[in-house]
């Protein structure tokens, strides 16, 4: 037997066994069908996904990703490296440069993400919104007699949708009721022409329903109308004089963010809202995002692009010029998402003292409220929310405004009750029956900032309304009877509030309002009118109906006048021997004359009653200046 030869040149180390390539059959041309593989999924992808060629956005290195795994994954199947492990190490050759493509894409993830997130750049996301202190008496429009009401919004998002639900039985005449639905996730509250109003465009049932009329349909010219609610007046109509064409719930060469995305292949697009323009032409507002902090970080909007919902012709407008107050796009209402100033203003409260100061101490750090709502100041809508610490949500540090065209943010400081309290105390009033209350709009009532408030059913139809004071969160007023009854609702607020200690004095005029869906009341002609100036002789009150009601004698009447204290709360000032100012329409009243309004310490018109002293004294005058006459003619002759 011969020994056993061992060689230790090499130190007993194994040497390295490199992997044979072993070419599948016909690889030329599998690779060609591996890149045509590659080819059809980037353009499908592209179609179906729609990226932006923008390295700002996720959805960029995601598509990358896609299309270099799809070449990776054809060239396993084409090779059968998953039935012939042989074929593997040729497979993982070619796939060397997907490989690389894919960790470039992974790293420059990676590193984007690091210089684009808050733990480095906390200062820079706090910064992305600009907010200045303001005043609430300048920020909201002073609300102090019944027709201030006629602009502000009654109902909410919900209670419109109902209502804008109902109109859609008006397709009847169509013979279309059943085909469409509200697309309501693009819905927007706007000013139309001074009025708050929620826009609503249609969409089909289902994917069936769109196909049945869409193709195979006969002339298609897309979905006839949308619905529109007015928010003060309550009512809904639906408008068919235009055919929307392209929209967001539209499919193949109609889907509204495919026509854009081949229009614009490199704008990162945001959220997309409907809206009308003056005349009630029907457009899509898309916004262009950029990203403000990094890489990734930080949406924010550069501008936007006006779609025409009938012809799908687009403009793009920089916020710039929309934001500007005579642009011809400055009837846009919404340029900016409410979520996505929501977040920025979070991003202010939060990171405005650093990263580590919004995790440990956490000073100055606070948050928006859950929940927003709309206002309309001036001609814009205006996103607001209340403002809590992160450390107790029990009440509100202020009020803050973005101003939803231009981004303008305005802080209003104040203390009191937060939204949801407010909701809560409506809502415990009306427990027996069940309702709830919308989230709530803020008004300035005679300088009184005040939660006003839908109370509603399950069907979300509007029952009744609740207004609650912000300060002193303990008034809480439900019109009498639990209706509608704005009227009410105020006087039962106003009179709340004046019971207070100390008491709080609301001057409110219940004069030129009509009750939406009713007709405007019999007003009596001016030249009905009477005014007479006095000094008060005697005061006396009594309660009526729940109202408190001042009896008021003047010197030259043997009358007394009567002014209920919601009509103005002033009169509970009133002493013997004020001088005031009182119009009535009772000119032919002898012991009673209902008052009309009344001005205080005003001098007497030449025109009006005198007292009877009055009247003496000016005998006594006269008759003096007579003799006095009489003796100077003697004395003459």
């Known amino acids: 037997m011969e020994p056993i030869k061992v060689d230790f040149s090499d130190g007993g180390r194994k040497k390295k066994v490199r992997s044979v390539l072993i070419p599948p059959e016909k690889a030329g041309l599998k690779i060609a069908i591996n890149v045509i593989v590659m080819l059809v999924t980037a353009a499908v992808a592209y179609y179906f996904l729609l990226p932006p060629m923008n390295p700002h956005d996720y959805k960029f290195y995601v598509y990358f990703l896609i299309v270099a795994g799809s070449y990776v994954l054809s060239a396993y199947i084409t090779s059968g490296a998953f039935a012939k492990p042989e074929y593997v190490p040729y497979v993982t050759r070619r796939a060397v440069v997907p490989g690389i493509v894919a960790g470039v894409i992974v790293l420059v993830l990676l590193v984007g993400y690091l210089v684009s997130c808050p733990f480095f750049r906390a200062k820079s996301f706090s910064r992305i919104l600009s907010i200045e202190n303001g005043d609430f008496q300048d920020t909201l429009s002073l609300i102090d007699s019944m027709s201030d009401f006629n602009n502000v919004p009654l109902i909410d998002a919900n209670a419109a949708q109902a209502l804008a639900d109902k109109t859609l039985g008006d397709f009847a005449a169509l013979d279309l009721e059943s085909q469409f639905e509200l697309l309501t996730e693009d ?74 995305r081949f229009r614009y292949p490199t704008y990162i697009f945001g959220e997309v809202s409907f809206e009308i323009d003056e005349t009630g032409h029907p457009y899509w507002v898309v916004e262009r995002i950029k990203k403000a902090v990094g890489l990734l970080g930080g949406n924010d909007v550069q501008g936007i692009i006006l779609v025409d919902a009938e012809s799908g012709e687009s403009q793009y407008f920089s916020t710039e010029e929309v934001g500007a107050d005579k642009s011809e796009v400055a009837w846009i209402d919404q340029a900016y998402d409410a979520d996505l100033l929501i977040q920025q203003y979070n991003y202010f409260g939060t990171y405005n003292g650093g ?105 979300d139809i509007v029952k009744s309304y609740a207004m609650v004071n912000v300060e002193q969160y303990n008034v809480v007023a439900i019109p009498q009877n639990q209706n509608t009854d704005l009227r009410s609702c105020l006087e039962v607020y106003i009179k709340g509030l004046s019971e207070l200690n100390p008491p709080v004095i609301i001057d409110f005029a219940f004069d030129s309002y009509t009750v939406p869906g009713e007709t405007d009341p019999a007003q009596p002609d001016e030249s009905e009118y009477a005014t007479f100036t006095g000094t008060v002789t005697d005061i006396r009150s009594a309660v009526i109906s729940g109202n408190t009601y001042y009896y008021i004698e003047l010197d030259h009447s043997g009358l007394y006048y009567y002014v209920a204290a919601s009509v103005t709360n002033k009169v509970m000032l009133l002493n013997v021997g004020d001088v005031i100012t009182v119009t009535t329409a009772d000119t032919a009243a002898t012991d009673l004359a209902s008052v009309g309004s009344i001005t205080f310490g005003e001098a007497r018109s030449e025109t009006e009653p005198q007292s009877e002293a009055e009247t003496e004294a000016e005998s006594e005058a006269e008759s003096e200046a007579e003799s006095e006459a009489e003796t100077e003619a003697e004395a003459q002759n």
């Open 355 to 459: 990263f580590w100061n919004s995790l440990i101490g956490q000073s100055g750090v606070k948050r928006a409220s859950t929940g927003y709502s709309f206002l309309a100041i001036g001609d814009d809508v205006y996103l607001y929310t209340g403002v809590t610490s992160v450390t107790s949500d029990n009440s509100i540090l202020g009020f803050f405004f973005i101003n939803q065209r231009t981004k303008e943010a305005f802080f209003y400081n104040t203390t009191g009750a937060t939204e949801s309290a407010a909701q809560q105390s409506a809502q415990g009033k009306v427990q027996d029956m069940g309702w709830q209350a919308s989230f709530p709009i803020l008004l300035n009532i005679d300088g009184e900032a005040t939660y006003f408030m839908a109370l509603k059913d399950s069907s």
């Open 187 to 260: 819905s927007t509250q706007i000013n139309f022409k001074g009025s708050p109003y929620r826009i609503y465009p249609l969409k089909y049932g289902d994917i069936f329903k769109w196909f049945l009329n869409s193709v195979t349909g006969a002339n298609y010219d897309g979905i006839p109308g949308y619905v529109k609610v007015n928010l003060n007046t309550q009512q809904a109509e639906l408008v068919t004089d235009y055919d929307i064409k392209y929209s967001t719930a539209e499919h193949f060469g109609e889907y509204l963010e495919r026509v854009l």
